[in-house]
């Protein structure tokens, strides 16, 4: 099977490139970028192949023949559509990591076309989402009429440049919940709850991650909340923090800075981190009567868990050839992500 690794030599590209060499694969790696490709690819005696992503046909034509593009060159919500339209061109399935929610609900309008083609569109192959999904799906299989979904997430203590500037197109959106089926906003910082985990009880925030969009496609549930856990001051400090943020934000230049600050000062979990690093999930489905499901997750280190999940999921989706633009749970199940090494899932906790 002949797969790509496009963005081979972001941060996490690198992760995955080792981690399918690891396994014993030959992914091609590609990018936008000769200089950065070439000392990769020496390292890890790949080949390499440079092309941008800005004309949707030229794109096709590198892609063409291959069965898989693994998409890891983010933000995705300036890089991901124009790979997915030259992955319909050339009949090539689709993975990517991306935790944007707006570019999950990209990946999902394509659900029809790619069906007929007898592809798969599978985004956010790493941490987000596969744990939260596979999690949200397994309690929401619990509560066959749930009402309600709440996920939160714990425990991402180092992001990568990457990410950081992910978050910033975030923070531009502002923050999001999901009722009655639909995506309405909610300012950011409002509606923090505290939660039980491993070790004692932690403060989170409601904030739009990936499941607003794929949980509501796993399993159905129309009202969903996603949070993610931070220090209680700051989060009494980031209703007021973000909406400045966001007015400054809106200016091009200002963003295009903080852009390049990213890049310059945040470097991503260091290899100690990333094999000694933790995190948790929990998500709880409830009905309207009272019934509810609750389970927890422990997973290793977030970049980590996205290499190993990542490369997990192309051998899964090249071995069982699913259709339609999926998510990670619909494709492979909810316990799926118990194959991921590291994984455990609790239905009760002893603190
Ligand atoms: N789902 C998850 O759990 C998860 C985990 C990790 C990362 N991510 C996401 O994955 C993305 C990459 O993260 P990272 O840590 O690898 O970031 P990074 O170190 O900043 O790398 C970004 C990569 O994307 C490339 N790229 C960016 N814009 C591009 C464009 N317009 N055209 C072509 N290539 C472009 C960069 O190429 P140049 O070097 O040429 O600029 C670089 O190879 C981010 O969006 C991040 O949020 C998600």
């Known amino acids: 099977m002949r797969w790509m690794l496009y963005g081979a030599t972001g941060f996490s590209g690198k992760l995955i490139a080792e981690e399918a060499v690891r396994l014993g694969h030959h992914p091609i790696l590609a990018g936008r970028s000769a200089a950065k490709l070439a000392p990769l690819a020496e390292h890890l005696g790949l080949e390499y192949i440079v092309f941008d992503l800005k004309n949707v046909e030229v794109i096709a034509k590198a892609i063409l023949g291959f069965d898989l593009i693994f ?30 929610f707006p570019v999950f609900e990209n990946t999902f309008a394509y659900h029809e076309e790619v069906r007929r083609l007898n592809l798969a569109f599978i985004s956010g192959v790493g941490f987000d989402v596969v744990p939260s999904d596979c999690l949200a799906s397994y309690v929401a299989a619990q509560i066959p009429n749930a009402a309600q979904l709440e996920i939160v997430i714990a425990g991402i203590t180092n992001m990568s440049a990457g990410t950081a500037k992910s978050g910033l197109s975030l923070i531009s959106y502002g923050g999001w919940v999901r009722r009655n089926g639909k995506l309405m906003p909610q300012p950011l910082g409002t509606g923090a709850k505290k939660f039980r985990f491993p070790g004692g009880e932690l403060s989170a925030m409601p904030i739009p991650w990936g499941d607003l969009s794929t949980a509501y496609r796993s399993t159905g ?131």
């Open 221 to 351: 549930i129309p009202n969903i909340t996603t949070y993610m856990s931070f220090p209680p001051a700051l989060i009494a400090s980031t209703r007021l923090g973000v909406s400045i943020l966001q007015t400054m934000l809106a200016n091009t230049a200002v963003r295009s800075f903080a852009e390049n600050i990213m890049e310059k000062i945040v470097r991503g979990p260091g290899d100690d981190a990333r094999q000694t690093g933790y995190a948790y999930l929990w998500a709880q489905a409830a009905d309207s009567q009272g019934n509810s499901a609750q389970a927890w997750l422990e997973t290793v280190e977030p970049y980590r868990f996205t290499a190993l999940s990542g490369v997990h999921i192309v051998e899964k989706l090249l071995a069982t050839r699913p259709s339609g633009a999926l998510t990670p749970a619909q494709a492979f199940g909810a316990n799926f992500v118990l194959e991921i090494d590291g994984t455990r899932r609790m239905d009760t906790l002893e603190n």
């Open 71 to 100: 998409h890891a060159a983010g933000p995705f919500i300036h890089t991901s559509d124009s790979m997915l339209r030259a992955c319909v061109l050339s009949g090539v399935n689709y993975v990517d990591i991306t935790g944007e």
